[in-house]
């Protein structure tokens, strides 16, 4: 089987101080695990509420991970899904009561994987090796994850949301998979193994980030390596 590659859906952003957001012209991949990573923030006002997402083509969305910045403003959520044949519409992120001064939005699919389960789940096998990281106003995101079960065949994932716009910069030999707006959300794979991603940002902001493997197949002992519950 030829080895996992990852590649951009949909990259945009807004900062228009809504409840609501909609970008349009969103056509996930098909019969491929999509993941949907959500920046948003709201500025003065503690723990973001974790969005709703809805697209006409996609019955569900499953939370993969998610994580608030050290100071409280800013969210940064990940979600997974597969349709056979989603098409093209509008990607509505709702925070129901919340107003989001910017909410940013980075869609990508994962192609090569081969069981990839009910709406994807195996690819990462219910965020069975993955990390996240909240480290404040800083520089850089690092995160810490196991051992591959399989280091040479499965990928790495890393997703950034940052309070304000600044310039990313991956490490060396990772696919960097664009950066929405003013660099408020940032995405960056690696085929194979990094059990240490990081990423570094030009000045010091509120930063987030998630990383996580992704598997071409299943692994063999799914049950050993669970590090904490993401809900």
Same mark, same amino acid.
């Given at each position: ?7 951009? =859906? ?87 009561? =919340? ?94 193994? =990094? ?37």
């Amino acid at each position: 089987m030829s080895a996992i590659s990852i590649a951009l =859906d949909l990259d945009d952003w807004a900062a228009n101080n809504l409840t609501e957001y909609e970008f349009t012209g969103y056509d996930p991949s098909d019969n491929v695990p999509c993941y949907v990573a959500v920046t948003s923030a709201r500025e003065g006002a503690s723990s973001p509420v974790i969005p709703t997402l809805t697209h006409s083509g996609v019955t569900t969305f499953d939370q993969v991970a998610t994580v608030v910045a050290a100071d409280g403003n800013s969210r940064l959520t990940v979600f997974r899904f597969l349709e056979a044949s989603p098409g093209s519409a509008t990607l509505t992120v709702n925070f129901g009561s =919340d107003t989001q001064t910017h909410c940013a939005v980075m869609c990508v699919a994962v192609t090569n994987v081969a069981v990839p389960g009910a709406n994807g789940i195996n690819a990462d096998n219910s965020f069975f090796n993955g990390d996240t990281d909240a480290p404040g106003s800083s520089t850089t995101v690092s995160m810490a994850l196991d051992n591959f079960d399989d280091a040479v065949n499965n990928a790495t994932l890393l997703f950034v949301g940052s309070s304000d716009g600044r310039t990313f910069t991956d490490e060396a030999g990772w696919t960097d998979l664009s950066g929405v707006g003013q660099d408020i959300g940032f995405g960056a794979y690696l085929s194979g193994e =990094d059990t240490t991603p990081t990423a570094t940002i030009t000045a010091a902001v509120q930063l987030t980030a998630i990383a996580f493997e992704v598997f071409e197949d299943l692994p063999s002992e799914p049950f050993l390596k669970v590090r904490f519950d993401p809900a």
